[in-house]
């Protein structure tokens, strides 16, 4: 490779980098705890496993129709999430039908898209999930890709996972002579810009494989909508006519039970063997409508662990079968394989704790890039930009290294406040951010690289520790005996926030400050005063 395409790779690398780094930091820490979010939902509510869920599908679809919905050729996602039975259609193409029947909505609402929370005992209409209702799990879990910024927050993690792959690709291209000799190398004692170089290099290394997929597949999760909106307007479905020329008749809908379907479904499983159970009804109302039923089953060896039945609703035909140990249609398992490997739903507990931990090695990755930026501008060539690049190096260590002690306060924080409290979950979130971006604005005002790093770990190694004992007093499920009651997430969730905080802050306690040749900004800079540079050691 010739000097000039190396230095165009070499800085599209770094630029690339750097500008995604903040976002790239908040999708892989966030994420790490998203891997665990039911733990720590049922930590959060001192909640036993739910274990396997059955819903009442009759009930949920009765409910619906009572709310004055269109039904007719409806596709209906129904399934049970956060305490809650959520049911889902898309709008229909068509709104200028009749009028909802029981007059309760428009023409427009009737016709319209379905997204209806119910009551898991009741089945009654919730009110759309606030932010007040929501859980610490799925709050970390929205973070992840930005979901609390409205309407772009999920389209720019896509963009953040797409320059993350060029990120990767070019640092690669970077790499690429010396990329197994580097590995090896990890030079403690030199200078500290070869102690972050090698650091980078080394553990971007052992991440590549888990990096690469998480790139591509966020890519495909967070873009896959944008792109498939416009081919869809492009390419119309195929609208299918019935050749005999005959409209198709209608059911009646209330002498078919979706209930009686699925528990025939079940009876050819023990307990033990039912993971969970999602189900689909679709063209609801057609005389063609058909309940597509997914089975999760433990205890099969196969990735796709599942079996698939459609039924046609009006006799109960058999359509389609696919047992938990075939192998799914091409289409359906690319995007069953995506969603596993990115969720880590195919190894266990101890695979989802290797994804937390490589989760945390690529966030040191980005940290040390970050770092390496800064080290190789502190030099006097660099004198013209040094406040300009200190002040960017602060925001983006306080705003990385800040989030770890803000999700500790906001575990804590869901300990203290009481349950029954009225809008418990927006105080704790808007604490949570209030921290965070005051942290932020703290390290941008000290402009201290160590004491930045320092004060995060010490705050959130002693936040970590205290989150079991808070736990404890709360709800009386202290470590030692929540396992031995039946609350393994409880147990789960109180021994790695003991183990990350105490580690934490032993590293906090031990780590000093590296003498290194630096500009010295407050002397050179007091007031707007540009002097000669003076160098400290």
Same mark, same amino acid.
């Given at each position: 490779?010739?000097? @000039?395409?190396?230095?165009?790779?070499?800085?599209?690398?770094?630029?690339? +980098?750097?500008?995604?780094?903040?976002?790239?930091?908040?999708?892989?820490?966030?994420?790490?705890?998203?891997?665990?979010?039911?733990?720590?939902?049922?930590?959060?509510?001192?909640?036993?496993?739910?274990?396997?869920?059955?819903?009442?599908?009759?009930?949920?679809?009765?409910? *619906?129709?009572?709310?004055?919905?269109?039904?007719?050729?409806?596709?209906?996602?129904?399934?049970?999430?956060?305490?809650?039975?959520?049911?889902?259609?898309?709008?229909?193409?068509?709104?200028?039908? /009749?009028?909802?029947?029981?007059?309760?909505?428009?023409?427009?609402?009737?016709?319209?898209?379905?997204?209806?929370?119910?009551?898991?005992?009741?089945?009654?209409?919730?009110?759309?999930?606030?932010?007040?209702?929501?859980?610490?799990?799925?709050?970390?879990?929205?973070?992840?890709?930005?979901?609390?910024?409205?309407?772009?927050?999920?389209?720019?993690?896509?963009?953040?996972?797409?320059?993350?792959?060029?990120?990767?690709?070019?640092? #690669?291209?970077?790499?690429?002579?010396?990329? #197994?000799?580097?590995?090896?190398?990890?030079?403690?004692?030199?200078?500290?810009?070869?102690?972050?170089?090698?650091?980078?290099?080394?553990? $971007?290394?052992?991440?590549?494989?888990?990096?690469?997929?998480?790139?591509?597949?966020?890519?495909?999760?967070?873009?896959?909508?944008?792109?498939?909106?416009? *081919?869809?307007?492009?390419?119309?479905?195929?609208?299918?006519?019935?050749?005999?020329?005959? =409209?198709?008749?209608?059911?009646?809908?209330?002498?078919?039970?979706?209930?009686?379907?699925?528990?025939?479904?079940?009876?050819?499983?023990?307990?033990?063997?039912?993971?969970?159970?999602?189900? %689909?009804?679709?063209?609801?109302?057609?005389?063609?409508?058909?309940?597509?039923?997914?089975?999760?089953?433990? +205890?099969? %060896?196969?990735?796709?662990?599942?079996?698939?039945? =459609?039924?046609?609703?009006?006799? $109960?035909?058999?359509?389609?079968?696919?047992?938990?140990?075939?192998?799914?249609?091409?289409?359906?398992?690319?995007?069953?394989?995506?969603?596993?490997?990115?969720?880590?739903?195919?190894?266990?507990?101890?695979?989802?704790?290797?994804?937390?931990?490589?989760?945390?090695?690529?966030?040191?990755?980005?940290?040390?890039?970050?770092?390496?930026?800064?080290?190789?501008?502190?030099?006097?060539?660099?004198?013209? @930009?040094? @406040?300009?690049?200190?002040?960017?190096?602060?925001?983006?260590?306080?705003?990385?290294?800040?989030?770890?002690?803000?999700?500790?306060?906001?575990?804590?924080?869901?300990?203290?406040?009481?349950?029954?409290?009225?809008? @418990?979950?927006?105080?704790?979130?808007?604490?949570?951010?209030?921290?965070?971006?005051?942290?932020?604005?703290?390290?941008?005002?000290?402009?201290?690289?160590?004491?930045?790093?320092?004060?995060?770990?010490?705050?959130? $190694?002693?936040?970590?520790?205290?989150?079991?004992?808070?736990?404890?007093?709360?709800?009386?499920?202290?470590?030692?005996?929540?396992?031995?009651?039946?609350?393994?997430?409880?147990?789960?969730?109180?021994?790695?926030?003991? #183990?990350?905080?105490?580690?934490?802050?032993?590293?906090?306690?031990?780590?000093?400050?590296?003498?290194?040749?630096?500009?010295?900004? /407050?002397?050179?800079?007091?007031? +707007?005063? /540009?002097?000669?540079?003076?160098?400290?050691?």
């Amino acid at each position: 490779m010739s000097n @000039r395409d190396y230095n165009v790779f070499f800085n599209t690398h770094t630029v690339s +980098g750097i500008v995604i780094s903040i976002g790239l930091y908040v999708i892989f820490f966030a994420g790490a705890f998203a891997l665990f979010m039911e733990s720590i939902d049922h930590w959060e509510s001192n909640e036993k496993p739910h274990g396997l869920k059955l819903l009442d599908y009759d009930k949920a679809i009765a409910q *619906i129709t009572a709310e004055g919905y269109d039904m007719h050729g409806r596709d209906l996602s129904i399934y049970y999430h956060d305490g809650q039975v959520n049911v889902y259609s898309a709008a229909l193409a068509d709104t200028t039908l /009749k009028k909802s029947e029981l007059g309760l909505l428009t023409e427009a609402e009737a016709r319209g898209r379905i997204n209806l929370h119910l009551n898991e005992e009741t089945y009654q209409k919730s009110t759309t999930r606030t932010i007040s209702q929501k859980t610490l799990g799925s709050f970390l879990y929205d973070l992840h890709f930005f979901d609390q910024i409205p309407t772009f927050g999920f389209y720019l993690a896509g963009l953040v996972s797409v320059f993350f792959l060029f990120t990767i690709l070019t640092g #690669v291209i970077v790499h690429w002579k010396k990329i #197994v000799s580097n590995f090896f190398t990890f030079r403690l004692k030199a200078s500290i810009k070869n102690l972050w170089t090698d650091s980078h290099t080394a553990l $971007g290394v052992i991440g590549l494989p888990f990096q690469i997929m998480y790139a591509i597949t966020g890519s495909i999760f967070c873009l896959l909508v944008a792109i498939s909106v416009p *081919i869809d307007k492009i390419i119309p479905e195929e609208k299918v006519e019935d050749v005999s020329g005959e =409209v198709q008749s209608e059911y009646n809908p209330e002498a078919i039970s979706i209930n009686s379907q699925i528990d025939m479904i079940l009876s050819d499983y023990s307990d033990k063997e039912v993971g969970s159970v999602y189900a %689909e009804v679709h063209n609801f109302h057609d005389q063609n409508a058909e309940l597509e039923v997914y089975v999760s089953t433990e +205890g099969i %060896e196969s990735v796709f662990n599942y079996t698939k039945l =459609v039924y046609r609703l009006s006799d $109960g035909e058999v359509l389609d079968y696919k047992a938990a140990s075939e192998a799914s249609p091409y289409a359906e398992a690319s995007w069953d394989f995506i969603h596993i490997i990115h969720f880590g739903d195919y190894g266990g507990m101890l695979l989802k704790v290797m994804y937390f931990i490589l989760a945390l090695l690529t966030c040191f990755v980005i940290i040390s890039g970050v770092m390496i930026w800064l080290v190789a501008r502190d030099k006097k060539n660099y004198l013209h @930009r040094a @406040r300009f690049n200190q002040n960017v190096g602060a925001i983006y260590l306080g705003a990385c290294l800040g989030l770890y002690p803000a999700i500790a306060l906001m575990f804590l924080l869901t300990k203290t406040f009481p349950a029954g409290m009225e809008h @418990r979950f927006a105080w704790i979130s808007w604490l949570f951010l209030a921290f965070w971006v005051g942290y932020t604005i703290y390290s941008f005002f000290i402009k201290n690289n160590f004491k930045i790093n320092r004060n995060a770990l010490f705050l959130a $190694g002693v936040l970590g520790v205290l989150i079991p004992a808070f736990n404890g007093f709360h709800s009386g499920l202290w470590f030692w005996k929540s396992l031995n009651m039946g609350y393994p997430d409880s147990f789960f969730i109180d021994i790695s926030w003991l #183990v990350c905080g105490a580690i934490t802050l032993w590293i906090a306690i031990k780590i000093k400050p590296q003498k290194k040749k630096g500009i010295d900004l /407050k002397s050179n800079f007091k007031r +707007g005063k /540009k002097e000669t540079p003076v160098v400290v050691t």
